[in-house]
């Protein structure tokens, strides 16, 4: 398997194929087909077994996939065999959905730190996090070696807040700002916009 | 043009345009380039192109595309050059942040309703909404011919509310919580699951 000649498409399909499979799991099921996960999913059974036979041969002919292996298999691919320590920026309304979030556990990240530059907000507690200032920001990155954010500040604060953390060493930036961000190449970035979805669905309505 | 032979992949695209289109816009700029959308997009000003093209000829060789005219346009292929009324289920952190939402604004929605199910929060101010009882929701969504809802409710309720939402008439729902769900095939799902996103980035960490 060379990783480098897996389209970006299908690294992006793994994800909701982990989480079906997730689902699955926890309701007790030990084996699924492309046909079941096709129906959670909403993806046609030949495209997800078109996208998993690229990592290798999983599924058997009549009994199918094995769910603890394909979802083993996939957790490794995707690097979520471990749990990554995430930060967010930004403690507004995002930013405490986020802290509160308990949507992480078991799928390889935990946020470890919540920052602002409000004076008014740091120091103050967010379920189990102190929030503290962003100018120590760049310092703790560094000392825990953080490698993801999630940014939740004003879309006028995300570009100069984005630059900061790549200054200190973040390498993936889940940005919540409506507002697309530059960052060098080795940087990734993902976005989530409410509306880019919202209109995404108008089309067809 | 005829919509049914537009790629899914491309319509998921535009949304993406339009906002870049309108970032633009707010800075006073009124021409640009595939180039330079391309650049601040993180896709090739190719791929740009091909998209747009399969709307009409919207590009002039040399002077590029005009905002205005290309925004415009993108907002009646989204069916967003109008506003549609979206109701937020579930009043949580996820549920408050959306009620606070500015980024709705002149993109074609409006959050109109927030519900919940928890007696303490029934008739509590978040904003300018107050919180409704879910038991009336049905009956608020045909009144107001709502179609749209955003699903911010735990993960353990999210099939039986969705179940609610396309019964009372919703065509499009963007879910929150961190699990699929199944609806009618003429019902639109969206997820917005920071996980996912996350997931997509550790790969190529």
Known sequence: M?????????IGRLPVYLR????????GVQTTSSQELGEIIG??????????????????????????????RLQTIL????VWDVIVVGA???GHALAHYNGFANRGFRVSMLFDN???KIGAQVGKFEILSMEVMAEKIKQNKIKIAMLAVPASAAQETADQLVKAGVKAILNYAPISINVPDDVHVQYIDPVTHLQRMTYYL
Chains 1, 2 share one sequence.
């Open 2 to 10: 060379n990783a480098d000649i897996i389209p970006d498409i299908i």
């Open 20 to 27: 079906a499979l997730q689902q699955l799991a926890e309701r």
């Open 43 to 72: 993806i046609s059974a030949a495209q997800i077994r078109k996208d998993i036979s690229q990592f290798g041969e999983f599924g058997k002919q009549g009994t199918g996939y094995s769910i603890a292996f394909l979802m083993e």
């Open 79 to 82: 690097q979520v065999d471990r």
């Open 92 to 94: 507004g309304d995002v």
């Open 118 to 120: 409000d004076p008014n």
